[in-house]
């Protein structure tokens, strides 16, 4: 018992210094995508930290709260919860993914610089050629 | 602009990456940005990133087609129109809006690091401009942002400013961050 009591309120602890140090990122960044994406994430902990403490009170004072035709144990309606929050996460991170990502365009690049480099080379053995000649 | 490409291919003709604080006047404004990018990309071939928080991409697109300057060659991050969302288009990456400074930096850190060569630059236009939107101590913590990431880079870093719209403290800090500081036009 004692055991499952320190792993609770470790997780707890863990959880809301987490939820203390987005909260403390947020704050720098500007309004944009990255400061979407990183709500996105503090509500997916938020409910996984709802969870714990949940769970870590009935632990402790052996509540129990029945929510009636639900469940057996409701608090695993935060679980569902939360992974819900994460799909949307995952969804952010494909878009900002979309938005930020330059691999295509740097590819592209690449390819005309190539191009206008071997033209120039080709242009200038063409000029040594017809020196050549003369 | 003649004097301008003088000055730039005699003071960073040996260097890999450095960067330049350029100065000018409001009438000058189009000219230098002009020279600035034929410079770079139609003498030197190099390719790079172009942000604008002044003209909207179609408006600079436009611009370098008159001057006969390859665009396909830069990536174009869109800080001036204040429509909100970010969208992607071509090579352009439109942010929104400049406030959104986290986005800004983002963007510019995964443009220049998508670009394959050695050599490359990136072109900040304007100073000023962020300046209108933003506080001075947030401007003045990006552009201490900035001037470390083009160092980490590696790049030909160009900022362009209007000197008359710049705060002095703001100009003076910049040009201790810079290799060379260009003034261009006006009374100086």
């Given amino acids: ?134 | 602009m003649l004097e301008l490409k003088e000055t730039l291919k005699k003071e960073i003709k040996t260097l890999r990456d450095y960067i330049i604080l350029i100065t000018v006047d409001a009438k000058d404004y189009q000219k230098v940005s002009t020279s600035i990018i034929k410079f770079l990309v139609s003498e030197q071939g190099l390719p790079g990133v172009y942000v604008t928080l002044n003209k909207p991409y179609e408006v600079v697109k436009r611009n370098l087609a008159s001057s006969s300057i390859d665009h396909r060659l830069m990536i174009f991050i869109d800080a001036t129109s204040r429509s909100g969302d970010i969208k992607k288009v071509e090579n352009c990456l439109y942010i929104g809006s400049p406030e959104k400074l986290s986005d800004l930096s983002v963007a510019m850190d995964q443009a220049v690091k998508a670009l394959p060569t050695n050599e490359k630059f990136l072109i900040f236009d304007s100073l000023n401009t962020l300046s209108i939107f933003n506080k001075p101590s947030t401007v003045a913590r990006f552009i201490h942002f900035l001037t470390g990431k083009i160092r980490e880079w590696k790049v030909k870093g160009i900022i362009i400013t209007l000197e008359k719209e710049t705060e002095p403290s703001l100009l003076d800090e910049l040009t201790q961050f810079s290799d060379y500081r260009i003034d261009m036009g006006g009374e100086s």
């Fill in chain 1, 1 to 134: 018992m004692a055991h499952i009591v320190l792993v609770s309120v470790t997780t707890v602890i863990f959880g809301i210094a987490s939820l203390l140090l987005i909260s403390r990122a947020r704050r720098r960044l500007s309004d944009g995508s990255i400061r979407r994406y990183m709500d996105n994430f503090a509500i997916c902990l938020s409910f996984i930290v709802i969870f714990s403490v949940w769970q870590t009170a009935r632990t402790i004072f052996g509540v129990n709260i029945d929510v009636e035709s639900l469940t057996t144990y409701p608090e695993y309606i935060f679980i569902a919860f939360a992974y819900i929050a994460f799909v949307i996460s995952s969804y952010r991170v494909i878009k900002i993914s979309e938005e930020f990502g330059f691999k295509e365009q740097g590819a592209k690049i690449n390819q005309i610089v190539k191009e206008t480099k071997e033209g120039y080379q080709m242009q200038k053995k063409f000029t040594k050629t017809k020196k050549g000649k003369k």
